[in-house]
């Protein structure tokens, strides 16, 4: 069973935040003014909570409580530091495999994302706080239940992330068609991370410029593109098929 938390009010939120609670989203009525509004204002910037502002219709939607102009949603399942993630893994395992989403915004792509990372072994996924999807019910559903299963680690930025996770001996590959590497050319057997963009952008330049490999899979077909769950998978058993085979 999932748990969806929400928290209305702008006291409320301003505790929330200041309590370090997992805040996925925060939603704010257009318009919104007032001391404490600038302050919940400075700490979504300060924290780089994902917001966005909306008019009152939706708000309304999203709870029958008395809102004051401000709804956030917090994650269902409890996330973990990055670098106590990396630490506990690399202390049990010499081959660890890591999966980063860059600015994934599906929750059901997230979700199926998620199923598959649980199916091939991954220790751990990486999303960023601000501009990632939301950890929901439906990521949840989608997941089948893998999301209580896989640790998830939220960052700052996707880019420090892989400095930190180079730093800590772990090739990053990237997954893109900017690239005249096929994944089948990369080796995948040792301690690595495998970054996934987002549906529309992909990865961004500076991401892609921080990775140790950027590589493609072969499209033979007309269509330019997979969705990015399926694509995904596939970069997930190729790395599972090589670590198989080694």
Sequence with gaps: ?????????????????????????IFIQRGLKGELYHELEGLIRKNHISSSYVPIEKLNRLTNNNHQGVVATISPITLVNLEKLVENILAVKETPLFLLLDQLSDVRNFGAIIRTAECTGVDGIIIQKKGAAPITGDTIKTSAGAAYKVPIAKVDHIKDAIFYLQASGITVISASEKTNSSIYDIPLHGAIAIVMGSEDKGISPSVLKASDHVAKLPLLGEIESLNVSVACAVFLYEAVRQRLKA
């Design 1 to 25: 069973m999932y748990k969806e938390t929400q928290v209305y009010g702008i006291r409320a939120i301003l505790e929330a935040i200041k309590s370090k609670e997992s805040i996925d989203k």
